[in-house]
């Protein structure tokens, strides 16, 4: 073998190692996640006639055997909630020490929390689906999206809950039940209050994808983006009995939210809702992560479950 070729093989597979290794230190550490408070139960593929089977986890709180019922809170993005070392960044919400710690102190009422995974699907099923009524039809045509929100909740909403209401002592009411999510899992979230006001009381949105930036429709997202304002202009419920909490950081992706949010935020004026039914929130120094979404966990629960809040529904 020539001393040239010789070289380049051993070059190449120097490369090719570094890139075993790399691909070796991004892998989650472990497929199922476990919890430092309360207990996980899994549920893996969960079946829906709406969409792809996913992995489903239920958290519950300590002593909930000997508890009273709970109130449940859905959240997207199953797999990124509670162990970092099963997450594919190695970053975590950190739910089950937050609620855990909560309901120790008596700061919130006994709660269970429906973990959602997400699937490669996530963008089209995460996508505010009717916004597309919103946008002209030739911005439409160039979409190369498929939303399938509306299916997404159907899941939630007609599978799901029957499922978890059935199988766990739960409030079935609608003041008891919540969602929430980050990123394009704070547009669905915010998707679902107005789709099903309802089913749910309460929507926690953060670091919420208003800009619609990235996604797969060319560059046409400020269309879409300003298609979700007047969607929400002209089906955001009344605030009587419902709660909304949005949040941004000033960082990397979050960093482009603000000039969005501030038109959400007037949409909510001008649709009547006061300060103690909408908070909206700018967090200095936050970025688009989970460790950030965490540390808003406590503060947005804090307002937008009923049991914590000074003022009544």
Not at 13 to 40: C, M, Q
Request: charged letters at 20%.
């Amino acid at each position: 073998m020539k001393k040239g070729v010789k070289i380049s093989l051993i070059v190449i597979a120097v490369i090719l190692a570094i890139l075993a290794g790399f691909v070796w230190f991004l892998r989650p550490k472990k497929s199922i996640p476990e919890v430092s408070t309360g207990t996980l139960e899994r549920y893996p593929d969960f079946e829906s006639e709406y969409i792809a089977k996913r992995n489903v986890s239920i958290w519950l709180p300590d002593n909930y055997s000997n508890g009273d019922s709970c109130i449940v809170i859905y959240m997207h993005d199953g797999q990124m909630l509670f162990d970092a070392d099963a997450t594919w960044n190695h970053k975590e919400w950190s739910v089950d020490e937050v609620l855990g710690q909560m309901t120790a102190a008596g700061e919130l009422p006994p709660c269970i929390v429906v973990a959602i995974d997400n699937t490669k699907d996530r963008l089209d099923e995460y996508f505010p689906q009717k916004v597309s009524e919103f946008v002209p039809e030739e911005v439409r045509a160039k979409n190369n999206m498929e939303p399938q929100g509306d299916a997404y909740l159907r899941f939630v909403v007609h599978e799901l809950k029957p499922f978890v209401d059935a199988h766990y002592r739960t409030y079935t009411d609608q003041k008891h039940t919540f969602i929430a999510g980050s990123s394009m899992g704070g547009l669905i979230s915010l998707y679902a209050l107005c789709e099903y006001p309802e089913v749910f009381s309460g929507a926690v949105c953060m670091s919420s994808h208003l800009s619609m930036a990235y996604l797969p429709m060319g560059k046409q997202n400020e269309a879409w983006a300003e298609g979700f304002q007047k969607y929400l202009m002209d089906r955001l419920p009344s605030q009587e009995g419902h709660r909304v909490y949005m949040d941004h950081g000033t960082k990397l992706l979050d960093a482009d939210y603000g000039p969005y949010q501030a038109c959400v935020d007037s949409i909510f004026q001008a649709k009547g809702w006061d300060d103690n039914h909408y908070l909206s929130l700018v967090y200095e120094g936050h970025t688009h992560d989970e460790i950030c979404w965490g540390l808003r966990l406590k503060p947005s629960l804090e307002f937008v479950v009923p049991h914590l809040s000074k003022v009544g529904f």
